[in-house]
């Protein structure tokens, strides 16, 4: 069974640190790209930052987290990670990791890719 499965959400306040885990299982994780999105209520999903597949581990990010937020991979543990750090309300979502086979495009001005698998998402809380 396919599973991707995020934890390390929470309440935390504006300006601190968080990070974020997606633990895979049941397909070759190394095989994947990975992404960390995220769903603000009544806003539509958005890419926050995307690792390529293990052997080319580049990253891309959002405008909006470029220098705050830091995306890895350990693929021994077959487990990607979102480093949070001075975070701010507007970082409030719900997060999503994903895993697409063929890799992250950049096109239009966002990074594109087709999905594979999502995770369950995980609540994060940024208080003022």
């Known amino acids: 069974e396919v599973q991707l499965v995020e934890s390390g959400g929470g309440l935390v306040q504006a300006g601190g640190s968080l990070r974020l885990s997606c633990s895979a299982s049941?397909?070759?994780?190394?095989?994947?790209?990975i992404g960390w999105f995220r769903q603000a209520p009544g806003k539509e999903r958005e890419g926050v930052a995307y690792?390529?597949?293990?052997?080319?581990?580049?990253?891309y990010y959002a405008d909006s987290v470029m220098g705050r937020f830091t995306i890895s991979r350990d693929n021994a543990k077959t487990t990607a990670y979102l480093q949070m750090n001075n975070v701010k309300p507007e970082d409030t979502a719900i997060y999503y990791c994903?895993?697409?086979?063929?890799?992250?495009?950049?096109?239009?001005?966002?990074?594109?890719?087709?999905?594979?698998?999502w995770g369950q998402g995980t609540q994060v809380t940024v208080s003022s």
């Open positions: 994903a895993a697409a086979r063929t890799g992250w495009v950049y096109w239009n001005g966002k990074y594109h890719g087709d999905i594979d698998y």
């Open positions: 049941g397909f070759a994780f190394g095989d994947y790209a």
């Open positions: 690792i390529n597949k293990a052997g080319d581990e580049n990253t």
